[in-house]
Structures are given as structure tokens and as C-alpha cells.
């Protein structure tokens, strides 16, 4: 055989895997409004940039008929290629074939790109679209999920790992998209469940559809198993793409550095906050008149909505913003909020990327289903995040600082680098209304008018108590500053914070609250 | 956006958004000591009791089948069956008050 033989011989068989399941299947899949998985994949890295692997792998069952089918490439594609220039390695299910279900040689092509880009210190990006476990394989596609989980944990804090669910993804399948750090998903597209709607209407009775019970909207705004939330796949790469220009490759190095830009001059920051402290206001404004260019990148916009996590730069670093909202449920902690920020302080801090964390809260949501949900074990998330961080940490007190929420939210009892306040903040150990009534009880109770007594005293409590100068007194505070210094304070701030070196006593591992 | 309510958090009222699962919280109840609920949505396959019956602790009243087992639902005290809210074959969703009781 002449070399020219040799090559279009490669070319035919690499042709034919390309085909993936076929002309039929991937109608079908079109037809879904989804695209194929390798149209995934160049959608998201770099013009001619990904380079396949395994393309020649089959499959070895040899149960239930399966010696006779040929699967093209075993239903995944993996790969590397470069995004912004940046390398990266990358998995993607393919549903034309055989449903994309995951066999033994289906799950070690994954485990062999994640092995490859933990060891090269690459961020792994997975695209989610398979039926599930292949049956006919039996426990060892149940070995293979197992791999994959276990190398999800080693992976997480060294490399970024982002879940893409462009398909269905249920059964144990869903616990590798759990481990890793964002998840993306699709309206109309994702469906991401434990047991799907046939067995919980056999079990229990019950009628939900695929999407009522774990479609994209599900998992972004109620279980929160989902960060990004995207209308279609092209929004949802773009998605990636922005994400990946604000996290670092991997966790000894620091995320690109982008030319440092003033806000937007239309976010004034002295008319975003409302002085009286039961107002609302939308936090997100107050992060966009003090970061880079006004660009804030959300993280989970849908989910706990009462706490705003999220990237920004500042003077073209990136920074992990948290701050209370209290446009929702007036900036309360609860569990769900509590879980939010404390993974995403995590995130933050086993990628060195500083913290700046805005504060405005007036406490914990008060109820019996909050008690019996546990908001102590998940509030307590928060206070085990901040204080196990050593990157930068600054808060900035714009209002209300109330208890038990003034320590969690990066106190400087949680060791807090800097801690601004403005002169609007109330930092006190509970809101005026609720100390009044418990300091001036017998007082209140004893007034002929208990009301103008209470309001009397709720009046004296706030004008003693109710500003910073109490906390500055104690050094709780550093500086108490306008709010229109607020940007360049934190710019210095993380100027001087730069070379940080910080330790916690060595330990196999700690034990938090979850 | 939705519209800001009253929100009350320590005796403080804030305007703010309240989500549904907020402000459609369900009010708490006491549970009733008399009532036994499914603690699992299933089927009931046998009773053993009947109304009037009186009833020492530990007996069986009951079978709930739900995922494939076969649950004994017990008397929790002595006492006398007050009222049975189901029978052989019926499917009961979770938490449904199967037996009323009196001490």
C-alpha cells in the first residue's frame, strides 16, 4: 500500500466517524433545536483549534447483542483546542449516538481528557447530552460514572470545571455536573434529574413533565443546581466564553488582566443607595458604580436572589463580589442564599481571586420552615467560607449590619482585611425596632401610651446605635468614608492587599457545615 | 420586576420583593398525637383494625407498600381506633391522616 493509500484510508475511517449516528439521528437532533455535538464544540473554542482524540475507540460489550453494533466513538468526543488563545480540554456527549449513553470505553475517553487537563493545569469543559447509563453495559457503566465523580473531586480548587447540560442528563449522570464548579443550561434544552417523571408517577402518582421537574428554569431559579442560565446554545457559549475571561486557568495563576476602565459615568453611586433603610434598591447598581467599565458577570442571577454573587475587575484584576440584596426579601440570609454565597466565597478563594463584599442586611428570614430547614447548619456555611479565606477580603458597610448577619458577611472578626463603612451604615447588634422593645420593655409596658414610648425609644436606640461610629470606635471599622470614595478606597486597598500571605494551622482537611 | 410589599424582619418593616415561596409559607401545625399520616406516598395492601376497635401499643394496624416494602404502620399508645380515612388498595399520597385515634 503506497503512503497516499495509507491516507485516504485514514481519511474514509475518520470520515465515517465524524457521521457520528448518522443522517437520521442528527435530524433529529436539529430538529430539537439543538445542535451536534462537534458543531459544540467549534462553536466554543477558537476557529480550527480543537484537535479529537479517541475518534477510533469502540466499544467492548458483548451482551444484549451489542457485539454487533458499532458505535462511533462510542457516543463522546473529546478534544483540546483554545479559547481567547487560552488552551483547554474538552468532553462532549453525542446524542445521535446511541442516545450518548455512557459504556466502559464511553466513560474512559472522559476520564482520559480530565486526567489530561488536571495534569496540565487546563480548565476541563464537559457537554452534557446522553440518556444515561447504557444498560447493556451493566455495572461497568456504573464504574465509569464512578471515575468520573472521583476525578471531578480531585480537579476541584486546582482547575476550573464547567458543566455544559445541552440534553438530558439524569440518573447518577447528574452528580458529575454537581461537582464541578459551574453549571450552564438551556431553556427547552437541559433536563437534569435524579429520577425523571415515569417512576415518580408509577411511585407516587404524581403528573410532572421533564421540564417542570428539572428543566433549565427548575435548576437556575428553585434547587439552584445551576449557575448560568442561557435562551438558546449560542447565548449559553457565549456565556462560557465571558466566564473563562474572568476566572484564572487554573489555581496557581491569576486570571488575565484586562486594561483597567472608570464605571460608567451613569452609575451615580450617591443616588443609588435610599437613606432611609427600609427602602429597596437593586445592590447589583451599587457593584456596577464601583467596578471596571460597570461589567458585572452574575453567577446564579436566578437563584436565592436575596444575596448577589459574581465576577467584576477592578483597576483590570478580577474580583469575586458578594453583597446582600435588598430589592429581595430586604437582603435577609436564609439557607438557600447562605449555600449560594459560601460555595461561590470558596470558589473565590481556591483561585486566589479577592473578595469584596458589600454589605446591607438586616438579619436572618425569620420562620418555622427556615428553623426546621436548618438555617443554622447553612448559615453557618457562610461564616466557616469567609473565615477559612486568605485571599483579600474587604467589605464595604453601605446600610444595615445587623447580628448575626453583620459577623457572617466578612466581618473583621472573620478577619477581614479592610473594613469600610459609610456614613450611612448601621452596624448594631439588632435592628432598632426589635433591641428598643427588648431594652425598653418594662419602660414600654409601663408607658400610658406604649406606642409613643416605643417609637420614643426606638428613636433614641437608632440615634445612638444606628451608624458606624459605635463599631469604628472599636476598631471594627478602619475607615468610615463617602460613598463616592468608595472605588478608589477599594482599589487601594486591593493595590496593598496584593502580595497578602495569610495561613490557617495545617490539616488533612477541615469539617464544614455541609 | 415584581411589586415591593411590607416585609417585617425583628419588629423592622421593609419594602422589598417577597418571593413566592415566601409569602406563600405554609402556617405551622402542631402535629396531632391522634393522627397517623403516610410518612411515604403508596398503597395500602391490608388493615387489620377496625373502627371501635381498641388497640394495644405495638400493633399492627396496617400495610403501606411504597417502593417495592411492605411498611407495618403501629399503634403508637393503647387506644381505640376513632375513624379509618382508607382502605385496601387505595393509593395514599405523603402525609395523608390514615387513622384517627383516642387515647
Redesign the interface.
Known amino acids: 500500500m503506497s503512503l497516499k493509500r495509507n491516507i485516504l484510508d485514514l481519511r474514509k475511517r475518520k470520515e465515517k466517524v465524524l457521521q457520528g449516528g448518522g443522517e437520521k439521528a442528527i435530524q433529529k437532533q436539529v430538529a430539537m433545536g439543538k445542535l451536534t455535538a462537534r458543531e459544540r464544540i467549534r462553536s466554543i473554542v477558537d476557529e480550527d483549534s480543537f484537535h479529537e482524540y479517541d475518534m477510533f475507540v469502540e466499544h467492548e460489550a458483548r451482551d444484549f447483542g451489542m457485539e454487533k453494533k458499532q458505535l462511533q466513538g462510542d457516543g463522546v468526543i473529546i478534544g483540546t483546542g483554545t479559547i481567547y488563545g487560552q488552551p483547554v480540554c474538552l468532553f462532549a456527549q453525542d446524542f445521535t449516538v446511541a442516545g450518548g449513553s455512557l459504556g466502559l470505553m464511553h466513560a474512559r475517553k472522559i476520564t482520559k481528557i480530565m486526567d489530561h487537563a488536571l495534569k496540565m493545569r487546563v480548565p476541563l469543559i464537559g457537554i452534557n447530552d446522553s440518556g444515561g447509563a447504557r444498560i447493556q453495559e451493566g455495572v461497568n457503566s456504573l464504574a465509569g460514572y464512578g471515575e468520573i465523580f472521583f476525578r471531578n473531586t480531585l480537579a476541584s480548587g486546582v482547575i476550573p470545571q464547567l458543566s455544559v447540560i445541552l440534553g438530558p442528563c439524569a440518573g447518577g449522570a447528574v452528580y458529575s455536573p454537581a461537582l464541578t464548579d459551574f453549571v450552564f443550561v438551556v431553556e427547552n434544552i437541559s433536563k437534569m434529574f435524579i429520577t425523571g417523571p415515569e417512576v415518580i408517577k408509577t411511585?407516587?402518582?404524581?403528573e410532572i413533565s421533564m421540564e417542570e421537574l428539572g428543566g433549565a428554569k427548575v435548576h437556575s431559579e428553585i434547587t439552584g443546581n445551576a449557575h448560568f442560565y442561557a435562551l438558546n446554545e449560542l447565548e449559553c457559549f457565549e456565556q462560557i466564553k465571558k466566564l473563562l475571561t474572568f476566572i484564572p486557568w487554573h489555581n496557581g495563576k491569576k486570571a488575565r488582566p484586562f486594561p483597567p476602565k472608570p464605571p460608567k459615568a451613569e452609575y451615580k453611586i450617591e443616588e443609588i443607595v435610599p437613606l432611609d433603610s427600609?427602602?429597596?434598591y437593586d445592590i447589583r447598581n451599587v457593584i456596577r458604580a464601583i467596578s471596571d467599565d460597570s461589567d458585572f458577570f452574575e453567577v446564579m442571577e436566578g437563584f436565592a436572589?436575596n444575596i448577589v454573587i459574581g465576577f467584576g475587575r477592578m483597576n483590570g484584576e478580577t474580583v469575586g463580589f458578594v453583597a446582600n440584596q435588598?430589592?429581595?426579601?430586604?437582603?435577609?440570609l436564609d439557607c438557600d442564599s447562605s449555600d449560594k454565597a459560601a460555595r461561590f466565597i470558596r470558589y473565590c478563594d481556591a483561585f486566589s481571586i479577592p473578595l469584596v463584599t458589600i454589605e446591607d442586611m438586616?438579619?436572618y428570614?425569620?420562620?418555622?420552615?427556615q428553623e426546621h430547614a436548618g438555617v443554622i447548619r447553612h448559615g453557618a456555611k457562610i461564616l466557616y467560607a469567609y473565615s477559612e479565606a486568605t485571599v483579600p477580603k474587604i467589605t464595604v458597610i453601605v446600610r444595615k449590619a445587623?447580628g448575626g448577619g453583620y459577623i457572617a458577611m466578612n466581618s473583621r472578626h472573620m478577619k477581614a482585611d479592610f473594613m469600610f463603612a459609610w456614613p450611612t451604615a448601621e452596624i448594631a447588634v439588632?435592628?432598632?425596632?426589635?433591641a428598643a422593645?427588648i431594652i425598653f420593655r418594662k419602660e414600654i409596658m409601663a408607658a400610658e401610651d406604649p406606642d409613643a414610648m416605643r417609637k420614643e425609644k426606638v428613636a433614641e436606640y437608632k440615634a445612638k446605635f444606628a451608624n458606624p461610629y459605635v463599631a469604628a470606635a472599636k476598631g471594627y471599622i478602619d475607615s468610615v468614608i463617602e460613598p463616592v470614595e468608595t472605588r478608589k478606597m477599594l482599589l487601594h486597598a486591593l493595590e496593598i492587599s496584593m502580595n497578602k500571605v495569610d495561613g490557617r494551622p495545617s490539616k488533612k482537611h477541615g469539617i464544614p457545615p455541609f | 420586576m415584581s411589586e415591593f410589599k411590607e416585609f417585617n424582619v425583628e419588629g423592622t418593616i421593609y419594602k422589598t420583593e417577597v418571593p413566592d415561596y415566601v409569602a406563600n409559607r405554609k402556617k405551622w401545625e402542631r402535629p396531632n398525637p391522634n393522627h397517623i399520616k403516610s410518612f411515604i406516598p403508596g398503597t395500602i395492601v391490608e388493615i387489620f383494625v377496625k373502627k371501635g376497635q381498641k388497640v394495644k401499643e405495638g400493633e399492627c394496624l396496617m400495610i403501606l407498600q411504597a417502593m417495592k416494602m411492605k411498611n407495618k404502620i403501629l399503634m403508637p399508645f393503647d387506644g381505640v381506633i376513632e375513624k379509618i380515612n382508607v382502605a385496601v388498595e387505595e393509593k395514599v399520597p405523603n402525609r395523608t391522616v390514615m387513622v384517627e385515634l383516642k387515647a
Request: a negative charge; hydrophobic letters at 35%.
Open positions: 411511585v407516587l402518582g404524581e427600609t427602602q429597596p436572589r435588598p430589592l429581595v426579601l430586604a437582603g435577609v438586616p438579619g428570614l425569620p420562620g418555622v420552615d445587623y439588632m435592628g432598632p425596632e426589635g422593645n
